[in-house]
């Protein structure tokens, strides 16, 4: 039997209940002779504006709740759109990130006072709440206030009930277990530490001993295996790169979006530096997915693209030119960890080119 696909579901079922409930309330509204034919026409633009306002309000009652447990803030991520806090200054940049449209990263209390729950929770009980207040403007926007209730209590849903990555499924995840309480610690102590600076190589060492699975393998776990994965790619490690992108990649289908893809993008540079006789290269090449995103503006990308053009297309320029525009991106990156690691990857593999090179022209010599 073919196996049900949660987020088709909770797709339709959330145009059928936003679809039932204006339904019913314009029909109400109507009756009762306080709705326009203008207002009706109104109803595709609030449907959009009230999604991007719900989306907002969700961060904010991450950082809301965040803020009064304990956390400090890091970044607040609307669409591709980031604001993020670096050497204590806030700077507007931006950054996309497959799967999610925000993000609201803060930095971690202590372990030993780490509070997570209402930092969880904080998006979904703002959805509701705006919901319910806005009813009290009924009234006097009556259309408005029916969309944008109705989105509010159905994003809420759909961020609350357990599914993919979303809100519910990490809260019910990091309560089933001390050790996922562990794991959920780490990634936020390591966005933390690398948007403000800090290597993989810098972080601490029991950050990369593998935390066991309980109750059983989750993204929790997988977020750890690619932390292992880029340490092992800033040291250039490439025996300890092939053992962590082979055990990632016996599990690829099982991975969330962002993951699948950044997998598959470090298994295309792999492959193009030490292994291009393998068979996923040429998948690889092929796959469509993961080209669009490399065509993300982002430092990691200019690496794996500039090693493309120079491994696979022998083109020189080109790689060259890739590099040279990656370096230049400090100023837009949103983590700056990633920046400098990624900076010394791409002077790395510009030495290694020109070296290349030059070991061509002493055997035309």
């Known amino acids: 039997m073919k196996k049900i696909n949660i987020k088709s579901v909770l797709f339709i079922l959330f145009f059928m209940i936003v679809g039932g409930f204006l339904g019913i309330f314009i029909g109400m509204m109507t009756d009762g002779g306080n709705i326009t034919p203008i207002d009706l026409l109104l109803v595709a633009p609030y449907f959009i504006l009230s999604i991007v306002l719900h989306i907002i309000i969700h961060e904010a009652g991450h950082l809301v709740m965040g803020l009064l447990t304990g956390y400090t803030f890091l970044s607040f991520r609307i669409f591709s759109w980031v604001l993020v806090k670096q050497h204590n200054k806030i700077k507007l940049t931006k950054q996309k990130v497959p799967g999610t449209l925000g993000q609201c990263l803060l930095i971690p209390p202590e372990r030993e006072e780490f ?172 796959d469509k997915h993961l080209h669009k995103y490399l065509n993300m503006k982002t430092i990691s990308n200019k690496r794996v693209l500039a090693t493309k053009a120079y491994f696979y297309d022998q083109d020189l320029e080109k790689s060259f030119e890739l590099i040279n525009e990656g370096l230049l991106l400090k100023e837009k990156t949103s983590n700056l960890g990633e920046f400098l690691v990624e900076s010394d990857n791409l002077v790395w593999l510009k030495e290694q080119i020109a070296d290349m090179e030059a070991n061509k022209l002493e055997k035309i010599n």
């Not at 599914?163 to 809260?171: A, K, S």
């Not at 690619?226 to 092939?242: H, P």
């Open 115 to 286: 509070i997570y729950k209402l930092y969880l929770l904080g998006g979904v009980l703002f959805n509701f709440l705006a919901s319910l207040l806005m009813i009290s403007l009924i009234s006097v926007f009556p259309v408005f206030t029916i969309v944008f209730s109705g989105i509010g209590c159905v994003l809420g849903l759909m961020n609350l009930i357990p599914t993919g990555f979303n809100d519910g499924n990490t809260l019910k995840l990091a309560n089933s277990s001390i050790e996922n309480q562990e794991l959920l610690f780490l990634q936020l102590d390591v966005n933390a530490q690398m948007m403000v600076g800090k290597k993989f190589t810098e972080l601490p060492n029991d950050y990369f001993s593998l935390i066991a699975e309980n109750p059983k393998h989750s993204y929790f776990n997988d977020f750890q295996e690619f932390l292992i994965l880029g340490k092992c790619i800033e040291k250039r490690n490439w025996v300890e790169v092939a053992t962590s992108l082979e055990k990632l990649w016996e599990n690829l289908d099982s991975l969330i979006l962002p993951y699948q893809l950044e997998l598959k993008k470090e298994m295309f540079y792999y492959l193009l530096i030490r292994k291009q006789e393998d068979e996923k290269l040429t998948e690889l090449l092929k």
